[in-house]
């Protein structure tokens, strides 16, 4: 019998006698076919990505990948799931970013509104951690809270990584003693 004559035979498992039903399941099993078509229908959405790409919105476009696997990474956190669409491109090419809108951040409709909140939330003030209370650095131009690491060139133990204000461009090196040296 075909593959197909073994599942119709099987959808009518209880009609058989025990001995044609242990016969069939033997043979069912060496074929390594499912038992009924209850548990092929749930295999087979167990094998497939379960993710219609027509359920998903676009909420953040990013010329840096980093940035967007960021903006994930934080979205995951709060329990949303998303996706990364146009990575590898850019990776093979970051002039390829602006032609095709940069890497894309995508999420199921239904979670696209709480995703956004949770991606547009302030950068905090301070925050607990295990050592203790960490107060986030601010410009010392004006003051913003939206600083980090400027690039730098590659040079061999660089004292203290620049640091930038996403906001108004200013760079400064922080001094060990907290004081710090606005350079732009």
Not at 120 to 134: A, K, N, R, V
Not at 135 to 161: H, I, M, N, W, Y
Request: one cysteine or more; a negative charge.
């Amino acid at each position: 019998m075909s593959d197909d004559e073994l599942r119709a035979l099987a959808a009518d498992l209880d009609d058989l006698t025990d001995e044609a039903r242990d016969t069939l399941r033997a043979e069912l099993a060496r074929r390594k076919l499912p038992e009924r078509a209850e548990e092929e229908a749930s295999a087979a959405d167990a094998n497939t990505d379960s993710i219609d790409p027509a359920t998903l919105e676009t909420i953040g476009q990013f010329r840096d990948l980093q940035d967007a696997d960021l903006a994930k990474g934080l979205l995951e956190s709060a329990g949303i799931e998303c996706f990364i669409a146009d990575d590898n491109l850019v990776r093979m090419d970051w002039f390829y970013s602006n032609a095709v809108g940069g890497v894309k951040l995508l999420v199921r409709r239904q979670d696209a509104e709480e995703a956004i909140q949770i991606l547009e939330q302030p950068i905090p003030e301070s925050f607990e951690s295990d050592t203790g209370e960490y107060e986030q650095p601010r410009c010392p131009k004006c003051g913003s809270l939206d600083v980090g690491a400027d690039q730098v060139e590659l040079t061999p133990f660089p004292p203290q990584p620049p640091q930038k204000c996403f906001t108004c461009g200013a760079r400064w090196i922080d001094e060990p003693d907290d004081s710090a040296t606005t350079h732009n």
